[in-house]
T-cell receptor
Framework: GQSLEQPSEVTAVEGAIVQINCTYQ??????LSWYQQHDGGAPTFLSY????GLEETGRFSSFLSRSDSYGYLLLQELQMKDSASYFC???????????FGDGTTLTVKP | EAEVAQSPRYKITEKSQAVAFWCDPI?????LYWYRQILGQGPELLVQ????????DSQLPKDRFSAERLKGVDSTLKIQPAELGDSAMYLC??????????????FGPGTRLTVT
């Protein structure tokens, strides 16, 4: 089977940097994606790591270490609108199936 | 900007009734997914289509759930009979291909189902 672990809640202040970790256990690992979901909204794609290392997209960066079965999402210069749930998702080699974690609720305070 | 369309947005139904959800993926996207999301949890894959073929339905409760994508474009997810535990958000997503191209999924707005 597959399992993913991420913290349930994180709180930070506006302008700060926050890191959301994700550890996984899976067979047939292909890559790790990150999604953002605001309350009542649909998940939206943020970032993907297929190889070890750091991927940067504006204020958001994502990191992957295949040997450690670990990744993280880094959010810089936090804004109030970043308050949302963040999900890591393992992409499996089995026909591209994705398995999502239970999400981390980020609260950004003034 | 192309979007995944879903209808209805909200559905209230009584236990033991039948209910159906519809999804129209982004044009040209070969892969279509149906997810169920319970409040406070991540999306759980119910069924994945590649064109009109089912690629994965291992988590679909086949005694009451069915899904089809007859022409490889839009799709319908049906529940019959609905149970109280089926109350959840049902999300449809699409992507442009298998494996390496499937890491970016585009989600529709979802259908919030309440079973009474």
């Amino acid at each position: 089977g597959q399992s993913l672990e991420q913290p349930s809640e994180v709180t930070a202040v506006e302008g700060a940097i926050v890191q959301i970790n994700c550890t996984y256990q899976t067979s047939g690992f292909y890559g790790l994606s990150w999604y953002q979901q605001h309350d009542g909204g649909a998940p939206t794609f943020l970032s993907y790591n297929g190889l070890d290392g750091l991927e940067e997209t504006g204020r958001f960066s994502s990191f992957l270490s295949r040997s450690d079965s670990y990744g993280y999402l880094l959010l810089q210069e936090l804004q109030m609108k970043d308050s949302a749930s963040y999900f890591c998702a393992v992409l499996n080699t089995n026909a591209g199936k994705s398995t999502f974690g239970d999400g981390t609720t980020l609260t950004v305070k003034p | 900007e192309a979007e995944v369309a879903q209808s209805p947005r909200y559905k209230i139904t009584e236990k033991s009734q039948a209910v159906a959800f519809w999804c129209d993926p982004i044009s040209g996207h070969a892969t279509l997914y149906w997810y169920r999301q319970i409040l406070g949890q991540g999306p759980e894959l119910l069924v994945q289509f590649q064109d009109e073929s089912v690629v994965d339905d291992s988590q679909l409760p086949k005694d009451r759930f069915s899904a089809e994508r007859l022409k490889g474009v839009d799709s319908t997810l049906k529940i019959q009979p609905a149970e109280l535990g089926d109350s959840a958000m049902y999300l449809c997503a699409s992507s442009s291909g298998l494996a390496g191209n499937s890491y970016e999924q585009y989600f529709g707005p979802g259908t919030r189902l309440t079973v009474t």
